[in-house]
């Protein structure tokens, strides 16, 4: 495992709003090439880091080179996106997380309501009154919550009702399955309504064709990411199109 993760660096993917195409937010991914290893499998490396007791310092790693992405976005754009971040239960739990994110939106001088903090596990949040407490004092400081794999986690619509949720995020296994009949599709509706109506954002994740695009947009889910807008690119790729556009 790297300690120091000099090998750690991030990819981007963007959000895109789903009738205007415009970007809404660039979610960052964690990625891993070592000369020794080759390409490592992020699910691999977090894991390893997880169990190892380094995963606070990874996720500190990739947090920080994601608001430097950000600053570094502002500087050649007027268009003021929002960042994703994938933050794990274990982050959460560590009593210094949030006041260690905060030093870094300071040092960075963003606002934190640009910060989007994506819960990465398969978790029973309303289980842990230290993670509820943690995840209410974030967004009291102005952070954004996601929940991520809603509709296959253990995340449940309660979740929605007991924490100040900004966003949930639909699993590509559960889009891929849902937009195979017309049922599908009109639960997918309905929950997009229940969450506009709730101050919800929704985003579908995984969106690769032209087909599954126009299927989403009919059932008005109104944020897509997939690899048919994008797929995860080194930052500088963003930056250089975005500066000469």
Same mark, same amino acid.
């Given at each position: 495992?790297?300690?120091?993760?000099?090998?750690?660096?991030?990819?981007?993917?963007?959000?895109?709003?789903?009738?205007?195409?415009?970007?809404?937010?660039?979610?960052?991914? +964690?990625?891993?090439?070592?000369?020794?290893? #080759?390409?490592? *499998?992020?699910?691999?490396?977090?894991?390893?880091?997880?169990?190892? #007791? %380094?995963?606070?310092?990874?996720?500190?790693?990739?947090?920080?080179?994601?608001?430097? %992405?950000?600053?570094?976005?502002?500087?050649?754009?007027?268009?003021?996106?929002?960042?994703?971040?994938?933050?794990?239960?274990?982050?959460?739990?560590?009593?210094?997380?949030?006041?260690?994110?905060?030093?870094?939106?300071?040092?960075?001088?963003?606002?934190?309501?640009?910060?989007?903090? @994506?819960?990465?596990?398969?978790?029973?949040?309303?289980?842990?009154?230290?993670?509820?407490? $943690?995840?209410?004092?974030?967004?009291?400081? !102005?952070?954004?919550?996601?929940?991520?794999?809603? #509709?296959?986690?253990?995340?449940?619509?309660?979740?929605?009702?007991?924490?100040?949720? %900004?966003?949930?995020?639909?699993?590509?296994?559960?889009?891929?399955? +849902?937009?195979? $009949?017309?049922? !599908?599709?009109?639960?997918?509706?309905?929950? &997009? /309504?229940? *969450? /506009?109506?709730?101050?919800?954002?929704?985003?579908?994740? !995984?969106?690769?064709?032209?087909?599954? %695009?126009?299927?989403?947009?009919? +059932?008005?889910?109104? =944020?897509?990411? #997939? =690899?048919?807008?994008?797929?995860? &690119?080194?930052? =500088?790729?963003?930056? !250089?199109?975005?500066?000469? @556009?």
């Amino acid at each position: 495992m790297a300690v120091e993760f000099e090998h750690i660096n991030i990819a981007v993917q963007p959000i895109v709003n789903s009738i205007t195409m415009e970007v809404i937010s660039f979610e960052v991914l +964690a990625r891993w090439s070592d000369h020794k290893f #080759g390409v490592v *499998c992020p699910e691999t490396f977090i894991e390893i880091a997880e169990k190892n #007791g %380094y995963i606070n310092k990874l996720g500190m790693s990739v947090f920080s080179q994601a608001l430097n %992405y950000l600053v570094n976005f502002d500087k050649v754009s007027e268009l003021k996106p929002l960042i994703n971040i994938n933050v794990s239960i274990l982050q959460i739990k560590n009593p210094n997380f949030f006041n260690e994110v905060k030093s870094l939106i300071k040092r960075f001088r963003l606002s934190p309501e640009r910060i989007v903090l @994506e819960i990465t596990e398969s978790y029973d949040i309303d289980d842990s009154r230290a993670i509820f407490k $943690t995840l209410i004092t974030l967004h009291h400081y !102005g952070f954004k919550i996601s929940i991520d794999d809603f #509709g296959v986690s253990s995340t449940s619509i309660l979740t929605l009702l007991h924490l100040p949720i %900004y966003q949930v995020k639909l699993d590509k296994s559960f889009i891929k399955k +849902a937009i195979e $009949t017309s049922f !599908g599709l009109k639960l997918v509706a309905k929950l &997009c /309504e229940f *969450c /506009e109506e709730s101050g919800v954002n929704v985003v579908a994740e !995984g969106v690769e064709t032209e087909m599954m %695009y126009t299927k989403l947009k009919s +059932a008005k889910v109104p =944020y897509l990411q #997939g =690899y048919f807008f994008s797929k995860p &690119c080194e930052p =500088y790729m963003w930056l !250089g199109k975005v500066k000469h @556009e």
